[in-house]
């Protein structure tokens, strides 16, 4: 038991800042990623509907451990042979980019989805009262598709907080990395691990609970 305790309290020292940090940076790129996907893929318009479609199919349909890989290892060695050494990309940056870029994807469909289910009917009221169909979109549409896709977005989030793992093949010393140096030093992989697991759960259900209680303010609001 003292062991365990030694273990989260090194995991904690160590690799939670780094996760929580990655965690906050790519929520806030991927829903603006996600927001702009979005409306991109919803456009009348051919070329921002198709950058936001390949986008989004790419990102979906690909591991995150392969764009990690691909981001840090590929692109990295491309930017090192242009700038002849001078430019490399650390292995937060890479693992904050390649999160926000992923999230972003996942974002944009749940967007999509809590748009398409306000009814068409508002948008054609606040038009025919002469509001412009981007500010009818704003003060209209996304506050009551918010509301709806809420949920979606907790759990998106909390699936961003396990993946943050991932980064641990790149370098990144988050969660996982802290934990896999520990066991290097003390060879006590169960109850390292098991600290690990410990930690991602507390995260994770904190997590879920602010989303329950806010679901449970804007549901008195209403």
Same mark, same amino acid.
């Given at each position: 038991?003292? *062991?365990?305790?030694?273990?989260?309290?090194?995991? =904690? %020292?160590?690799?939670? !800042?780094?996760? /929580?940090?990655?965690?906050?940076?790519?929520?806030?790129?991927?829903?603006?990623?996600? /927001?702009?996907?979005? %409306?991109?893929?919803?456009?009348?318009?051919?070329?921002?509907?198709?950058?936001?479609?390949?986008?989004?199919?790419?990102?979906?349909?690909?591991?995150?451990?392969?764009?990690?890989? +691909?981001?840090?290892?590929?692109? *990295?060695?491309? /930017?090192?042979?242009?700038?002849?050494?001078?430019?490399? &990309?650390?292995?937060?940056?890479?693992?904050? +980019?390649?999160?926000?870029? *992923?999230? !972003?994807?996942?974002?944009?469909?749940? +967007?999509?989805?809590?748009?398409?289910?306000?009814?068409?009917?508002?948008?054609?009221?606040?038009?025919?009262?002469?509001?412009?169909?981007?500010?009818? &979109?704003?003060?209209?549409? $996304?506050?009551?598709?918010?509301?709806?896709?809420?949920?979606?977005? !907790?759990?998106?989030?909390?699936? $961003?907080?396990?993946?943050?793992?991932?980064?641990?093949?790149?370098?990144?010393?988050?969660?996982?990395?802290?934990?896999?140096?520990?066991?290097?030093? *003390?060879?006590?992989?169960?109850?390292?691990?098991?600290?690990?697991?410990?930690?991602?759960?507390? /995260?994770?259900?904190? %997590?879920?609970? =602010?989303?329950? $209680?806010?679901?449970?303010?804007?549901?008195?609001?209403?």
């Amino acid at each position: 038991m003292e *062991n365990l305790i030694n273990v989260i309290e090194a995991i =904690l %020292l160590h690799g939670v !800042g780094k996760t /929580l940090e990655i965690t906050a940076v790519a929520l806030i790129f991927g829903v603006i990623l996600g /927001l702009l996907a979005c %409306l991109g893929k919803m456009s009348r318009h051919f070329i921002p509907k198709a950058i936001a479609t390949v986008y989004i199919e790419i990102i979906r349909g690909t591991p995150t451990l392969v764009q990690a890989l +691909f981001f840090y290892l590929g692109v *990295n060695s491309l /930017l090192v042979a242009a700038s002849g050494g001078q430019i490399r &990309m650390t292995p937060l940056f890479a693992g904050m +980019f390649v999160c926000s870029v *992923n999230s !972003g994807a996942y974002v944009a469909e749940i +967007f999509r989805a809590g748009i398409q289910s306000v009814d068409k009917g508002q948008m054609e009221a606040a038009r025919s009262l002469g509001m412009p169909q981007k500010l009818a &979109m704003k003060e209209i549409i $996304l506050p009551q598709a918010i509301r709806t896709i809420l949920p979606s977005l !907790g759990n998106e989030f909390i699936v $961003l907080v396990k993946e943050t793992s991932i980064l641990s093949v790149i370098g990144v010393v988050e969660v996982t990395r802290a934990g896999q140096l520990v066991a290097a030093i *003390n060879y006590k992989t169960f109850s390292t691990y098991l600290g690990v697991g410990i930690v991602y759960f507390v /995260l994770t259900f904190t %997590l879920s609970r =602010l989303v329950n $209680l806010l679901e449970r303010r804007m549901a008195v609001s209403d």
